[in-house]
């Protein structure tokens, strides 16, 4: 069963940083993609930013460069650096992963950004 445990998600100003941790119970190595997804009240979930196995990455349009996304395949976790906070990335913080034999995306708990003005 995979399990993805996300951390680093709390309180922060804007203009701060923050950086979220995402460890995977099995290796993340073979094909993998991991991504970040974030979900504010009332409004639905959407794609922050994505990892291969091999580094490619990709960015919500709208994130103006101010995150990073990285991985650790070693230690099967992914990480997103997140710096320039806004009040508008106040939200829960989802990691996801999928592997090429599996249907569908694997989710962690989520954890809570909150960036203060």
């Known amino acids: 069963q995979v399990q993805l445990v996300e951390s680093g998600g709390g309180l922060a100003e804007a203009g701060g940083s923050l950086r979220l941790s995402c460890a995977a119970s099995v290796s993340i190595s073979a094909g993998n993609v991991m991504g970040w997804y974030r979900q504010a009240p009332g409004e639905q979930r959407d794609v922050v930013a994505t990892i291969t196995s091999g580094g490619r990455t990709n960015y919500a349009d709208s994130l103006e460069g101010r995150f990073t996304i990285s991985r650790d395949n070693a230690k099967n976790t992914v990480y997103l650096q997140m710096n320039s906070l806004k009040p508008e990335d106040t939200a829960i913080y989802y990691c996801?992963?999928?592997?090429?034999?599996?249907?569908?995306?694997?989710w962690g708990q989520g954890t809570q950004v909150t960036v203060s003005s």
């Open positions: 996801a992963a999928k592997w090429p034999w599996t249907p569908n995306w694997y």
